[in-house]
């Protein structure tokens, strides 16, 4: 009985830092079109603020898995909570001297520490309890990682998307006074949101340098690394990651600016039902769309993509223990490549919502693919985790070049891209549905 409330408590405390990653994840999209104005970047140029996050990912993974191997899981959770804490104070000197390498270099190290975190915690939390309730505890985590995901457009599109941004023949035109004001509060824009993030991390660091956690993981065997890269099963998952994040990430970074090519403001803005919706969200931070910028009342509806993956994990669990896993996986995937299939042949409203749409579908993929690859490695499954976790490095990678895509050939185009991806995971579900027949 003490060992299950011991489980059931570390269960409930790593789960926080599933919604924690989730949230300061998806806040870096809010940036994307902001940065964009600022510095007055290409779309290409602007993703790497994606592509510096998501790099830490392939360069951290193995190291952060060595690390942890040395100084035990939760004075690793304590370490990545600190390097996180780090990052986001780096956004405060980024913000006040508008330099963009150090905003990149703050995304690096917020994704350093981020990484730590899921190298311990997607294996961990499967392995806190019975082999059988593996898959279940997963999805349930990661409800909450979507969870975060789900708040942090609203807090984007309320916080760092509400005010227009001058360009530079605008700036360029105010006296030196009101040039440093502007300056000032373009910068506390970024500034504060961070600052509070930085010191809630900070506290949750020191609440888990006093939590009690159960070691439920022995140590992986010398050579692990070589031996899983000979498996093909494990290489067809881990490219089932790469590809997965990559395209989540693509769509979730450029829906503001896919909105606002199709000038879908002026269509809202027109629609009583849609201006209520945004009104209705925005109304629990005690805002309006009255008089603020047009992304602002684009970005709020971002809030179903990611809800939509918070709803849909919920419903996944339900399915997958009445279905194959591998078999929802490949439903999943071809209702996603459908509804892209739909926006890019549309416009207005049913473009927008299709597209948002994908969000559910995308719920259970990252979830399915980690535990269908971890099937069978036994003692290799926290070294197969880091390799995993190093495949999320295709969230810079796949939407530096969706933004490559929209700079040369447009949005349309673009995502055509994001259904090659998800035509794989198809193909890597269809895979597995065939042999857990056979």
Same mark, same amino acid.
């Given at each position: 009985m003490k060992e299950v409330k011991s489980y059931k408590s570390s269960f409930i405390s790593v789960t926080i830092l599933f919604f924690l990653w989730g949230f300061i994840t998806v806040l870096v999209d809010s940036l994307?079109?902001?940065l964009k104005e600022v510095f007055e970047m290409s779309y290409a140029k602007t993703v790497l603020v994606q592509f510096a996050f998501f790099t830490a990912f392939f360069v951290i993974s193995l190291p952060a898995g060595a690390i942890l191997t040395k100084i035990g899981y939760k004075k690793g959770i304590v370490l990545g909570l600190v390097i996180m804490a780090i990052g986001c104070l780096l956004f405060y000197p980024?913000? @006040?001297y508008r330099n963009f390498n150090v905003f990149l270099i703050g995304y690096f190290t917020l994704a350093a520490g981020i990484t730590v975190l899921q190298v311990a915690a997607n294996p961990y939390v499967a392995l806190l309890g019975s082999e059988d309730g593996a898959s279940s505890r997963l999805n349930l985590s990661q409800a909450f990682n979507s969870l975060g995901t789900t708040i942090a457009p609203v807090v984007g599109a309320l916080f760092l998307l509400s005010d227009s941004v001058k360009t530079s023949k605008e700036i360029n035109l105010l006296n030196s006074t009101d040039k440093a004001s502007y300056y000032a509060a373009e910068a506390a824009t970024v500034q504060t949101p961070f600052l509070f993030i930085a010191a809630f991390i900070g506290i949750l660091a020191l609440t888990f340098s006093f939590i009690k956690l159960p070691k439920?993981? @022995? @140590?992986?065997?010398?050579?692990?690394?070589?031996?899983l890269l000979k498996n093909k099963m494990m290489m067809l998952g881990a490219l089932g990651i790469f590809v997965y994040v990559g395209a989540e990430v693509a769509i979730?970074?450029?829906?503001?600016n896919y909105f606002d090519d199709m000038n879908l403001a002026?269509?809202?803005a027109e629609n009583q039902t849609?201006?209520?919706?945004?009104n209705t969200i925005a109304s629990t931070f005690n805002k309006t769309f009255s008089n603020s910028d047009p992304k602002?009342?684009?970005g709020i509806f971002i809030i179903f993509y990611w809800g939509g993956a918070m709803i849909g994990r919920f419903i996944g669990a339900y399915l997958t223990k009445i279905m194959s896993p591998a078999r929802v996986l490949s439903i999943f995937a071809l209702l996603a490549i459908a509804l892209i299939a739909i926006s890019i042949n549309t416009v207005g409203l049913i473009s927008m919502w299709s597209i948002l749409a994908v969000g559910l579908f995308n719920s259970i993929m990252f979830p399915t693919i980690f535990t269908l690859t971890l099937e069978g490695l036994g003692d290799l499954k926290a070294q197969a985790s880091g390799l995993l976790c190093m495949a999320i490095v295709g969230g810079a990678i796949i939407p530096f070049a969706f933004g490559s895509l929209i700079d040369g050939f447009g949005f349309k185009t673009a995502f055509i891209l994001t259904m090659i991806c998800y035509g794989y995971i198809l193909y890597y579900g269809m895979i597995k549905?065939?042999?857990t027949i056979k």
């Open positions: 994307v079109p902001r980024a913000a @006040e439920v993981m @022995e @140590e992986s065997p010398k050579g692990g690394y070589l031996a979730g970074s450029f829906l503001v002026v269509i809202i849609m201006m209520n919706i945004a602002s009342l684009l549905t065939s042999k």
